[in-house]
Nanobody
Framework: VQLVESGGGSVQAGGSLRLSCAAS????????MAWFRQATGKEREGVAR???????DYADSVKGRFTVSKDNAKNTLYLQMNSLKAEDTAMYYC???????????????????WGQGTQVTVSS
């Protein structure tokens, strides 16, 4: 099983980026997947999650700005990030698992398959 993120980069505040997470050896359509991020010196935090039933959750800090989606035909998870802020600067990780998500919050304990990350840098 492999998750490969792409789409990160440097952008000015107010700009947009779209991250992709291509899965191989794993079918995304029936499983819980999420995006996390980790800024330098901080804990890894959940950003957005698509549960196995299709329900979607977002961290309060990104609601209204970020949109998570799946393309089952391409076996790819996306994160559309708009109105980016300097505080969105972090390494972004895609995460998945073969079991259902059980935590109410977006919790890294639900996920045991991780991508290598893609860096997002937002300058103010």
């Amino acid at each position: 099983v492999q998750l490969v993120e792409s789409g990160g980069g440097s952008v000015q505040a107010g700009g947009s980026l779209r991250l992709s997470c291509a899965a191989s050896g794993y079918t995304i359509s029936d499983n819980c997947m999420a995006w996390f991020r980790q800024a330098t010196g901080k804990e890894r935090e959940g950003v957005a999650r698509v549960e196995e039933d299709g329900s979607i959750d977002y961290a309060d800090s990104v609601k209204g700005r970020f949109t998570v989606s799946k393309d089952n035909a391409k076996n790819t998870l996306y994160l559309q990030m708009n109105s980016l802020k300097a505080e969105d600067t972090a390494m972004y990780y895609c995460a998945a698992d073969t079991t259902d998500c059980i935590f109410v919050q977006i919790d890294k304990a639900d996920f045991h398959i991780w991508g290598q990350g893609t860096q997002v840098t937002v300058s103010s």
